[in-house]
């Protein structure tokens, strides 16, 4: 969903937030978020002209943060780089849908519109916080032995058959 451009951008933010207010050189920022030197330098310069990170010249410069991470939100370092289209005219050219979204793409349009909405709420400062954990899936299918309670199962063993019980030889 997100482009390469605004992963960059986010890991950048993300790192430069770890490092509190400590200038950070493209090569710095490039290795700790495995992203292209040269591409990278393009996102750092679009962040500064948002606003979203400083850049200091000279020795012991860099790249910091505009801002503290608690007020930064995901959207606005998205915006800087690769906003979110919002749809407001239907695609498809239909006379009838000259003046209002179909149903569709108003239905895409809101979905886009909670996107932005919940990045407009995440803080970059938040990205640094632990991640809840999820439960991993569990296997599929299921080890036997460990199948839905009430139905019976085959047992492990292998079952014996007059077939198995004959010598090779007979």
Known sequence: MLSQTSEYALRSAAFLAREEGTPRTISEVAAATQ????????????????GVVRSQRGLGGGFVLGRPAMQISVLEVLSAVDPIRRI???????PEHSKALCVLHRKLDDAYATIESSFRD??????LVAPLSRAAPPPWPPPVGQRKAGKRTASPKRAVTRASRRTPWK
């Open 35 to 50: 992203a292209p030197r040269g591409y990278l330098a393009k996102v750092l310069q679009q962040l500064a002209r948002a």
């Open 122 to 127: 995440t803080m970059v400062g938040d990205l």
């Open 88 to 94: 407001v005219r239907c695609p498809l050219g239909l």
